[in-house]
């Protein structure tokens, strides 16, 4: 054969070869399958309304922002957050701490990713570091998902994957997700992630660059993106928060930032996140705010959210027990005229847990210079005032 | 090091060389020289100088380049180096072609401009590998074969998980990749449409 012959068949041969490889991949991946039921039943709060609130320890950072926390073995929860001499700045770590639930204490913190660091273990440049969000993989790892910028602003974002074999003691090198094809960027975290029943983890994030919008990602067990299913499009809608209620119905909930009216935007899915509704406006405002939300173990839906059309001074909870038709705004935890509040009235970017004894913990942004914890049972969610 | 984190900086570090080679008039120099130049500019471009060599800088901003970008820039620098030209004109207007057109589907709708995102395509789609098998087989049978050879290339580094991403199209595109396309066809048409102009009657 001449060698314009081999290049022919050889080439055609190699085609066929490759795409084969390409087909069995395609074929082989497992259908997407719905969420992962609910956890255990967790134990009954005691009738007594309990209640507790605590500023968590910052020696160095003038600015603090973007909580998120798991319950770790032993019923403590583990918290993080970022700080630093200011949101953006290259002195911005990824702080954590720990809460002892017996003596109500957090241990003093420690950073567990800075700068300097991911930009070594990523091997490439990071000019800054931005929200974490924490959570468990099937396998019961600890998880930590945080943002970091290379280029730009927050509109630059990719996120980062961390993995603790100890809750959170020592920790993995970081692992980059890729979600965006435009050089990876505009890819930002929020809320928690979540489970689905083949094993997947969900993570919802949202996108900033020209557009904003949702998505949730599905992570296999090494924390690869193997697929994406979008929650909204268009400029207005971000930081999506997932509540899986079965293995095919989740809520999700999302910051707004359109045009008023102001309000927290709903969506929903019936088969497994595969689709979902176009985003709608709930009756709650929204002041282009994060939000948090987490499915109680009595079933019904706790929203922590800002109260206010324009600003972020009033955090509030409400519930809700038709699973997001319809709120109760029932507790005020920040805003309460004549309290004594931050320096900076803003109360913001709240996370909720709810531990395997039953007991309710929000954490949040207080003021910009501390992270506040605040943990009580339902009694006290629904005590009368 | 990871694999993937060396086959990125690795992607990164060549596109950076072809940089190089392209801003330095390389072709004036003697043989010699034009080696020790690219042999220079390879360790300022993979060697550390404090934390991170020059291609990670570079791929903090780009990201992993796609296996076209590393095929395009692996062949600019040896066509500077060498003088050889290893992808013909005939080839380059074809792969050209089909990346315009790629790009312009998948970057709109990927950042955000509906509902529709093509860019999940690539994490898994009968549809998208027949699309690509049948522009592949195009190529081949109009002999364009290195369009075939940059996507057996890209294919056989996605099924080795050779880039952080499981997404096919990261594989075979990228935004460079994509804008350098456009301006070239664009170029090539103003002086198409230029020449046109210039023409002599009759």
Known sequence: MTRGGW????????????????????????????????????????????????????????????????????????????????????????????????????????????????????????????????????????????????????????????VSEDEGETWGPPRRLVASPFFNISTLVKGPPLQFADGA???????????????????????????????????????????????????????????????????????????WSAPVKTALPNPNAAIASALLADGRLLLAFNNAGENREDLSLAVSEDFGDTWRVVRRLEGDPGSPGAPVAEYSYPWIVQDRAGEIHVLYTWGRSRIKHVHFNTAWLEERR | MSASDAFGLFGCGVLGLAAVATLIPLRRLPAGARYAVMLAAAFAVFIPFGDLPAAAYLRGITGDVSVTTLVLAGAACIARLSGRTLIGPRDLRALFWVLAPAALFLYPFALGWTQFDPYALGYGSVGFVTALLLVTLAAWRAKLYALVFIVIAAALAYLAGAYESRNLWDYLIDPLVSVYALVRLLSGLRHRLSGKVTQPAG
């Open chain 1, 201 to 275: 983890t969900g993570l919802p994030v949202y996108h900033e660059f020209l557009g904003k919008f949702g998505e949730l990602l599905r992570l296999d067990a090494l924390g690869r993106v193997i697929q994406k299913t979008r929650l909204s499009w268009g400029q207005s809608s971000l930081q999506p928060v997932i509540v899986p209620r079965s293995e095919a119905e989740a809520v999700g909930f999302m910051r707004y930032a359109g045009d008023p009216p102001n309000r927290i935007l709903m969506i929903r899915t019936s088969d497994g996140g595969a689709h």
């Open chain 1, 7 to 162: 290049l022919r068949w050889g080439s055609l041969a190699a085609v066929a070869l490759v795409f084969a490889g390409l087909y069995v991949r395609t074929l082989a991946l497992p259908s997407s399958g719905g969420f992962a039921p609910a956890q255990a039943a967790r134990a009954a709060s005691p009738a007594a309304p309990l209640y507790g609130a605590e500023l968590l320890p910052n020696s160095t950072a003038a600015s603090v922002h973007s909580a998120a926390a798991a319950e770790i073995s032993g019923g403590g929860l583990r918290a993080f957050w970022y700080g630093g001499s200011r949101e953006g700045a290259a002195d911005v770590a990824i702080y954590t701490s720990v809460y002892s639930p017996k003596e109500e204490t957090w241990s003093p913190e420690r950073a567990v990713m800075t700068r300097e660091l991911a930009q070594r273990q990523l091997r490439r440049s990071v000019r800054k570091l931005g929200n974490p969000v924490a959570g468990r993989d099937r396998a019961g790892r600890l998880c930590l998902f945080f943002v970091s910028v290379s280029v730009g602003g927050w509109a630059g974002s990719a996120i980062n994957l961390m």
